[in-house]
């Protein structure tokens, strides 16, 4: 039996047909609202990384990482400090001592600085291969010995009564005291010592520049 759709009837379809087509367009438009927003912060995000993202890099041509090694200059690495008594004395070949000798004992304090020239840093001695770096060091070297004159002093100084004080004596004194500090220093191995920290500060500066291997070798001390 056909189903009859009174006016009435038909009155309240409409409507609610047009409800929830409305309610459909709104929904597509909230949903596509959401999406564009949602496609939009992803490119400005996508932007944003490309303006401050920071890639690393690292210069490894040689005369770059050259420069920032000789910028290290007369590296001084290592002291070496020494306080000693040191004497001298000059004998009569005839008299004895009291009547002709002369002679000085000095309270010696000295210091030896020692390191690595790095002005003398061959092209040659850095290698590179893409992050790693081998660095063949300049050989170690005493800068100066030098005594510290606010502490060194006469200790004691006895001449004969038969000559005058020798002004010479106290200085050549002090020159052979300046040979012993040197001579110490070696025999301690200085100059071992500041090839070892030498290396060590290298191979800092040049972590610290981006590198992930860092390898020196170092001259051995005769």
């Not at 200059?73 to 004998?91: I, N, T, Y």
């Not at 050549?172 to 040979?179: F, H, L, N, T, Y």
Request: aromatic residues 4%; neutral net charge; glycine residues 6%.
């Amino acid at each position: 039996m056909p189903v009859t759709t009174t006016p009435a009837r038909r009155g309240r379809i409409l409507p609610a047909l047009l409800l929830a087509l409305l309610a459909g367009i709104l929904a597509g438009i909230a949903a596509l609202t959401l999406f564009l927003h949602a496609a939009r912060a992803g490119l400005w995000d996508h932007l944003a990384s490309l303006v401050s993202d920071r890639a690393t890099r690292i210069d490894t041509a040689q005369p770059t990482i050259l420069t920032e090694i000789r910028r290290l200059a007369r590296l001084e690495s290592v002291s070496f400090s020494m306080e000693k008594m040191v004497s001298g004395d000059r004998e009569g070949r005839i008299l004895p001592a009291f009547l002709t000798g002369d002679r000085v004992l000095l309270d010696v304090h000295g210091e030896a600085v020692a390191g690595v020239d790095f002005n003398q840093l061959a092209p040659s001695g850095v290698q590179l291969s893409a992050r790693t770096v081998h660095v063949h060091l300049p050989p170690a070297q005493i800068f100066t010995v030098a005594l510290d004159e606010s502490k060194t002093r006469v200790y004691q100084r006895r001449t004969g009564l038969l000559v005058p004080v020798d002004p010479t004596l106290e200085s050549e004194v002090r020159a052979q005291a300046v040979d012993n500090l040197r001579q110490s220093a070696l025999d301690a191995g200085i100059l071992n010592t500041a090839q070892k920290n030498a290396c060590a500060t290298v191979t800092k500066l040049l972590y610290g520049l981006g590198f992930s291997e860092v390898t020196c070798d170092q001259h051995t001390p005769h």
